[in-house]
């Protein structure tokens, strides 16, 4: 069973770093996986109803700058204040897994001192 988790924690941070290059441009290096989001699509009853896990990542930045697409019509970087205000237009979850990467990223920090 732990080789398993291993194997598929291997295989989700080589995933999720080359996700992150082709789709926005950002070379990253995956820390690690800190939580996970359901989003699951309003109509439930419907043909079309969805049903995702997003897992969020830890990175550790690179190189590059965020590129918008269309199935992201903005992307760019956010200072948190920014990032957490009601005014900012964010997907599912973004405050809570925002919050949960900074106290996570400083946690590794302190660690390493």
Do not use: Y
């Not at 988790?5 to 999720?16: D, I, S, Y």
């Not at 989003?39 to 690179?62: K, P, T």
């Not at 903005?74 to 919050?99: C, G, I, N, P, Q």
């Amino acid at each position: 069973m732990l080789e398993a988790a291993w194997q598929f924690r291997f295989c989700l941070r080589g995933h999720q770093h080359g996700e992150l290059r082709e789709e926005r441009g950002v070379i990253a290096n995956a820390v690690e996986v800190f939580t996970a989001v359901d989003a699951i699509s309003a109509n439930r009853d419907s043909a079309d109803a969805c049903h995702f896990v997003l897992l969020a990542v830890l990175c550790e930045w690179v190189s590059g700058e965020p590129l918008a697409d269309d199935d992201a019509p903005e992307a760019r970087w956010f200072d948190m204040e920014t990032l957490l205000s009601d005014e900012t237009v964010k997907s599912l979850a973004v405050d809570t897994v925002a919050k949960k990467a900074l106290a996570l990223a400083g946690q590794r920090m302190q660690a390493s001192l």
